[in-house]
Nanobody, 116 residues
Framework: QVQLVESGGGLVQPGGSLRLSCVVS????????MGWYRQAPGKQRELVAD???????NYGDSVKGRFTISRDNAKNTVYLQMNSLKPEDTAVYYC??????????WGQGTQVTVSS
């Protein structure tokens, strides 16, 4: 079964940086589209960034220019580099993968807290 394990979350001060990683236990990871989503208490889950199997990227408006999504197919890993973090970035961040057959899988999430 497909498993996703996120890591790299933690507490960071406003203006700081954090890098999240998501390791996916699948064969042919390169064919999956990958994404990062986040959910803060009382709010709906929202798209942070995604990257297709072809390498095309897309970002939520609130993180454009600050976050960068990337993938390393040799390591079955997708990354989210977060710079210039703001308190409103505080949320649980979830990794998602989508197979070409449109099956979707989610990780358990990693907490990111931006606070002074």
């Amino acid at each position: 079964q497909v498993q996703l394990v996120e890591s790299g979350g933690g507490l960071v001060q406003p203006g700081g940086s954090l890098r999240l990683s998501c390791v996916v236990s699948v064969s042919r990871f390169s064919v999956y589209d990958m994404g990062w989503y986040r959910q803060a208490p009382g709010k709906q889950r929202e798209l942070v960034a995604d990257i297709t199997s072809g390498g095309s990227t897309n970002y939520g408006d609130s993180v454009k220019g600050r976050f960068t999504i990337s993938r390393d197919n040799a390591k079955n890993t997708v990354y989210l580099q977060m710079n210039s973090l703001k308190p409103e970035d505080t949320a649980v961040y979830y990794c998602k993968c989508r197979h070409p057959f449109r099956l979707e899988y989610w990780g358990q999430g990693t907490q990111v807290t931006v606070s002074s």
